[in-house]
């Protein structure tokens, strides 16, 4: 084994410490590109039009553009707990238009009514 040359060991340590430096600069880069997408992401997501919340991103994947055979979104402008508020409410009122049918027909009797002496004047 011979002796070390004191020159190269340099000229390795100086490559080394620039590698080092380009590496901390390109995550750096990297770091700030990856807040400034974040920022963007943020700025321009909707917020829910129920409680106001801003969508998470999960949400607002589940509301993007789908495949064009995926089923659509209902309630795509709230937020997960102002969605299953609206289903639950909705759901109800199928079961009392369904528990009490007459309210039902008294209303479709009424513009029925309406319409026929619509279309006597016109």
């Not at 700025?43 to 994947?61: E, I, K, L, Q, Y």
Request: proline share 4%; with cysteine; net charge positive.
């Amino acid at each position: 084994m011979g002796v070390g040359n004191p020159r190269r060991e340099a000229r390795d340590a100086r490559k080394q410490a620039g590698f080092a430096a380009r590496q901390r600069e390109c995550k750096g880069q990297l770091r700030r590109i990856a807040a400034q997408n974040k920022a963007e992401r943020v700025a321009c997501c909707s917020v829910c039009a129920g409680c106001g919340a801003r969508f998470t991103d999960d949400r607002w994947r589940a509301i993007g553009p789908a495949a064009w055979d995926a089923p659509r979104q209902s309630y795509p402008h709230l937020c997960a707990g102002c969605k299953q508020r609206a289903i639950t409410a909705e759901r109800r009122a199928e079961q009392a238009g369904r528990e009490h049918p007459e309210h039902g027909l008294a209303g479709a009797e009424q513009k029925a009514g309406g319409t026929w002496l619509f279309r006597l004047r016109g």
